[in-house]
């Protein structure tokens, strides 16, 4: 089989075989110079200890010759870096124990004209994809490609759509052009590690300082040669980087016509709209079981807790169903996305799903299928699998040997159970469907609601139609563009031309777009605040006449009250969060304790608002004992996080799981405060 790549795709090799060739270059000038400077400072060095035989003298010319070797080896270091993909919780199968399946990669890589893949893993995931550990010398020696498959792709896919994936997979190395691209991305990850993979050059540079006040002085000096070497790098990173996303995504382009070719454009096409739904069907199912781990529940069999989960989002999202499958088109999202601005993210790795489906559909290649059976058929000793799987997936969930969820029985749930389960607590963090999502995004919250008159020009109309929710979206994605057309103007974003509204503009038309767009916005509000008005008097109406005004008002006080200090809890939050960011660095041993001197005063602050947000009155049934538990220990004790000349990690994730306690319990007291409201004008209607 023969693909013609297209003129964009052989456009994008030419300009990232050319930003290389200019890296190239000027990495071979930076290393020539750091050849001259690593011989001058060895020859000083040792000219200084053989004239000055003292033991500063000693140290200090020792510390030049080091000082030139570190900068040579920064420079070089990426040759003996390897990219090692670990294999944990990926189960190895052989042609043996899953001859059905090995068969159809046998089909798709004969298809293709590539070679089988070196091993073959299955994994617990909704995905597949081709791997293999890479290294300098990958670009010169060939590597044999890897094949995982997820268990939870073939779990929602026909036998099929499963070949069109991994057909998908086999279509990036089945190309001599496709051969080129990655050789590009072996060069990129080479720039990346010299780049941003310092952390073992970083800490063994920090210990040789500690050593002697001689050492740091030189040293020091071939720190600041390297930051001066990493910023030219950067810039021509950048530049690299931009280009080769641009191939990244033509190569998708590419491998998405061979799995067309191989199995059909209605096959990938399916497909390929579903993984997005059946992964998140997929994570909330193993989530549901980590949220209840002090019940001790455990899956009967978490594949069929995934179909489940998938028939139960996909009625709720009003998808039709065909053969046990959800059918999700590309406008299955509109009702959501009301954004009118596109561009060309030039930094993305793939295309949109939408461009890619568009591009698959007009290939328009039929693939004649006698029957196409569910792709789990395939696998043989399925329970066995599934079970091996399951307990690698949850083999955290029971391994307290103390405590008060110790020795408790494990209760297996099967599917039926399982989604009752699931849909009661589904239902209890969630508005009620009287609301139609209006309030996803509206909060019922109407300042100084004193001032209103609320018994006069009550409008008698029906709310929460679909024109009401489509009003709160439209205004979210209308203040979202706002924000990314200042990035736009800003040089934030490298976009010179975008479309809006199906009309193409130029960077240099944006202040006349946001002073349009903004009078849009001003209108959109003062719509939806007006709406929110003649909501809150119908309700206070109906309150009264059936005798429950002042609990419906208090109820309104509560939440106006907790929406003031809202914003400001999470502004500390980001400015916390902000600030342990500067750990991300490379510090001295003073820098970092006195970072967490200073950070104390946070850190008071931080228990002070996780004590007061646990002994809300709304939190007494819905949080975990062993969060709770956890948070406490946290809060009743002083932590070291640094001590002499190491972090103490553990801490320090202690730490860090208090630190994203806070967002939690700031949004989970909001949306309990906001649901009680809802939950009596739920009960008014």
């Known amino acids: 089989m023969h693909i013609q790549t297209s003129p964009a795709f052989q456009r994008s090799v030419k300009k990232t075989l050319t930003s290389i060739l200019i890296f190239v270059i000027v990495y071979m000038l930076l290393l020539i110079a750091a050849i001259g400077l690593t011989i001058a400072l060895t020859y000083f060095g040792i000219h200084?200890?053989?004239?000055?035989?003292?033991?500063?003298?000693i140290l200090f010319g020792a510390g030049l010759i080091f000082a030139g070797l570190t900068i040579l080896f920064f420079l070089i270091k990426f040759i003996f870096s390897k990219n090692q993909n670990h294999t944990e919780g990926m189960f190895e199968i052989t042609a043996d124990m899953q001859p059905e399946l090995f068969q159809m990669i046998h089909e798709v890589v004969q298809e293709a004209g590539t070679d089988f893949p070196k091993k073959v893993f299955i994994t617990q995931e909704v995905n597949a994809s081709v791997f293999y550990n890479s290294s300098f010398w990958s670009m010169i020696i060939p590597v044999r490609k890897n094949l995982q498959i997820g268990m939870g792709l073939?779990?929602?896919?026909?036998k099929q759509e499963l070949k069109?994936?991994?057909?998908?997979?086999?279509?990036h190395f089945s190309q001599r052009s496709m051969k080129l691209g990655s050789y590009v991305y072996h060069v990129n990850q080479v720039i990346f590690n010299m780049l941003y993979n310092n952390e073992s050059f970083d800490r063994t540079i920090n210990r040789v300082t500690g050593w002697s006040n001689s050492l740091v002085i030189t040293l020091w000096g071939a720190i600041y040669a390297i930051r001066g070497i990493q910023w030219i790098l950067k810039k021509l990173y950048n530049f690299i980087n931009k280009n080769?996303?641009?191939?990244?995504?033509?190569?998708?382009?590419?491998?998405?016509?061979?799995?067309?070719?191989?199995?059909?454009?209605?096959?990938?096409?399916s497909s390929l709209m579903r993984l997005d739904f059946a992964d998140h069907a997929f994570n909330e199912a193993v989530q549901f079981y980590f949220n209840r781990s002090s019940e001790s529940f455990f899956p009967d069999d978490i594949y069929a807790d995934h179909q489940t989960m998938l028939r139960f989002l996909a009625k709720k999202n009003s998808y039709e169903m065909k053969d046990g499958m959800p059918l999700i088109d590309l406008d299955s999202n509109l009702k959501y996305d009301k954004s009118k601005l596109n561009f060309e993210n030039q930094w993305a790795s793939h295309p949109s799903t939408a461009d890619r489906v568009k591009k698959v559909r007009q290939l328009n290649i039929v693939k004649a299928v006698e029957e196409d059976s569910p792709?789990?058929?395939?696998?043989?000793?399925k329970d066995k699998v599934i079970s091996e799987i399951s307990d690698f997936l949850f083999k955290n969930l029971f391994l307290e040997d103390e405590g008060p969820n110790a020795n408790?029985?494990?209760v297996k749930l099967g599917a039926d159970e399982f989604i009752h389960k699931y849909e009661l607590a589904f239902n209890k963090g969630s508005f009620d469907k009287v609301f139609n999502e209006y309030y996803n995004l509206v909060t019922p919250?109407?300042?100084d609601y004193e001032k209103i008159d609320l018994d006069g020009n009550i409008l008698e109309r029906s709310y929460f139609s679909d024109e009401d929710t489509k009003l709160s979206y439209e205004l979210q994605a209308l203040r979202q563009d706002i924000g990314t057309l200042k990035s736009i103007q800003a040089k934030e974003i490298g976009v010179k031309t975008f479309d809006y509204d199906g009309i193409k503009f130029h960077r240099k038309a944006i202040p006349e777009l946001l002073e349009r767009?903004?009078?849009?916005?001003?209108?959109?509000?003062?719509?939806l605040d007006e709406l929110n008005i003649q909501i809150f008097k119908h309700f206070h109406h109906l309150a009264k006449t059936r005798n429950m005004e002042q609990e419906f008002l208090e109820a309104h006080l509560q939440l106006s009250a907790y929406d003031k200090i809202y914003e400001d809890q999470m502004n500390f939050y980001y400015e916390m969060n902000n600030k342990f960011s500067y750990l991300n660095q490379v510090l001295d041993y003073n820098q970092i304790e006195t970072f967490f001197i200073e950070f104390k005063v946070l850190e008071l602050r931080l228990k002070k608002e996780l004590k007061e947000l646990l002994e809300y009155p709304g939190f007494e049934n819905e949080l975990d004992k062993k969060y709770v538990e956890n948070l406490k220990k946290y809060m009743d004790k002083e932590w070291k996080y640094f001590m002499v000349s190491a972090y103490v990690d553990e801490n320090i994730m202690i730490l860090r799981e208090a630190m994203e306690a806070l967002p939690y319990l700031i949004y989970q007291r909001y949306f309990l405060q906001k649901k009680k409201i809802l939950t009596i004008q739920a009960d008014l209607m």
Do not use: C, Q, T, W
């Not at 069109?164 to 279509?171: K, L, T, V, Y």
């Not at 990244?248 to 382009?253: G, I, V």
């Not at 016509?257 to 209605?266: D, L, M, N």
């Not at 767009?517 to 719509?527: D, G, I, T, V």
């Open 408 to 410: 408790i029985p494990i």
């Open 517 to 527: 767009l903004k009078k849009e916005e001003e209108s959109k509000a003062a719509e």
């Open 154 to 158: 073939i779990n929602v896919l026909s």
């Open 48 to 57: 200084l200890i053989i004239e000055i035989p003292n033991l500063y003298i």
């Open 164 to 171: 069109a994936i991994i057909a998908h997979e086999f279509g």
């Open 375 to 381: 792709a789990m058929d395939m696998i043989k000793d």
């Open 445 to 447: 919250v109407i300042s």
């Open 244 to 269: 080769y996303m641009a191939l990244s995504r033509e190569m998708e382009f590419h491998a998405d016509e061979v799995a067309a070719h191989i199995a059909g454009s209605e096959a990938f096409s």
